[in-house]
Every structure is written in C-alpha cells, then in structure tokens.
C-alpha cells in the first residue's frame, strides 16, 4: 500500500499555471480557470477597466500629438493635457494594480490549498500503518455496528434494490478507495455486495480500515 500522489500533482500543476497566469498574464484568467468563478471575474473586470481607461488616456494623448503635427505647430514643449484626464491615467493604473494584487490573493490561495492536498495523503498513510489493539477495535467497531470482525478483517454485505444500483455502489467505493489508496476485497452477487477491510501492511487492522468503512456506510446509505 503506497500513497498516490498524482492527482495532488497534477492539483498543484492546476495552481501553479493559474498563478503564472494570474501574474504574468491576465488578472482573473487564472482565477477562472482555477474554478474560482466570482473572485476570477471580479478581477478580471478590474483589470479589463483599468486597462480600458488606460488605454483611452493614451489615445487623447495620441490625438492631441497628431492635432498639433497637423496644424504644424509642434514644440519641444509637451502639449497641454486636461487635469481630468491625467486623473484618469492615475485611476487606471490604481484599477489594474487593484486586479493583479487581487488575483495574487487567490493565486497564493490555491498553491497553499494544493500544498495541504499534497500532504493530506501522506498523513493518512501513515495512519494507516499503525496497527490497532484489541481495545482500540472494539471501540472502533462501535462506529461501524454492521460489519463483523474476522481475525484481522472486518466484514460487511450489502443488498440493494436491483444490479444497477449495487454497481452504482460499487463505482462509488472504488473511487473512494482510490483517493485513499486502500483498496477493499470485493464480492458482487447481482444485488449483494460483500465488502472486506485490512492493511495488509501493517498485518492487522488500522485506523484507515474503519475509516473507509464508514465512508462506504455513507455511500450504501445515499444510494438507497
């Protein structure tokens, strides 16, 4: 049993792309990208409008250049410009500042959510290597009262209404099963499914056990 680190990899590659992305490209893309919807788009019409007023304050500027050359009347003196659009130039600025300190927000945001996913597996395998007692077994059994113990496995069937909806469950629990990286021993008689716990590598029952089989117990119940 070893822990699978490739979907937080490739979580971490999501974040890092929308954080280069965010920051080296457009504001908010990233974001979106990320599925972060409301903060994406916020930032990104901050920056949009930003650039638009900047981009219209460059064009009055352009416009006044090209009157003057056209009137021939061009100085080494810069023309004048209106206070109110160099308040504009400014304010864009402050806008397109505004969505890229923004999207740093959500960037640093998403690398330290992938970080803790990336780590989250480790935890849980070790976890999962710590053989419990006795004692601890039969406190543990008390959260899951419908499976048996059988030496060092423990033990549930369960019955649905028809095929399709035992292999609903069985689909579900195999990919629970695969994001913890503990894998159950499987047994499907048309309506019947008999799932069995151990970890092998600790020669025994685990925490990681009782774990799972509390998630199936949840699975089983919605899908009834």
Same mark, same amino acid.
């Given at each position: ?5 490739? &979907?937080?990899? @490739? ?5 890092r792309?929308?954080? +280069?992305?965010? +920051? ?7 974001s979106?990208?990320? #599925? *972060? ?11 949009? =409008?930003?650039?638009?007023?900047? !981009? ?10 090209? /009157? ?9 003196? =810069?023309?004048?410009?209106?206070? #109110?659009?160099?308040?504009? =130039?400014?304010f @864009?600025? %402050?806008? !397109?500042v505004? #969505?890229w300190?923004?999207?740093? %927000?959500?960037? +640093?945001?998403?690398? *330290? ?6 780590? $989250? ?8 290597? %710590?053989?419990?007692d006795?004692? @601890? ?18 033990? *549930? ?6 095929f &399709?909806?035992a292999?609903?469950? %069985? ?10 990286? /503990? /894998? &159950? ?14 970890? /092998?590598?600790?020669g ?6 009782? $774990?799972?089989?509390?998630? !199936?117990?949840a ?6």
């Amino acid at each position: 049993m070893k822990p699978s680190l490739a &979907p937080k990899k @490739s979580r971490y590659t999501k974040a890092r792309n929308a954080t +280069l992305m965010n +920051l080296l490209a457009t504001p908010g893309l990233g974001s979106l990208l990320a #599925g *972060r919807w409301l903060a994406g788009t916020g930032q990104l019409l901050v920056f949009l =409008a930003g650039f638009v007023l900047f !981009c219209a304050w460059a064009l009055n500027n352009l416009t006044q250049y090209y /009157h003057m050359m056209s009137a021939g009347i061009m100085s080494e003196t =810069a023309p004048p410009t209106d206070i #109110g659009w160099n308040r504009m =130039a400014t304010f @864009s600025i %402050v806008l !397109c500042v505004a #969505g890229w300190l923004w999207s740093l %927000v959500t960037s +640093l945001s998403l690398l *330290r959510e992938a970080a803790e996913a990336k780590v $989250a597996p480790l935890i849980l395998f070790g976890a999962g290597l %710590v053989r419990l007692d006795d004692d @601890s077994i039969s406190v543990a059994l008390a959260t899951v009262p419908d499976w048996k113990r059988d030496g060092d496995t423990i033990a *549930r069937t369960f019955e649905f209404a028809d095929f &399709p909806a035992a292999m609903k469950f %069985v689909n579900a629990v195999a990919a629970q099963a695969e994001a913890a990286q /503990h /894998h &159950p021993d499987m047994d499907v008689r048309w309506n019947k499914v008999t799932l069995a716990f151990t970890t /092998h590598d600790a020669g025994g029952l685990t925490e990681k056990d009782f $774990a799972l089989a509390r998630q !199936c117990d949840a699975v089983a119940g919605v899908i009834r």
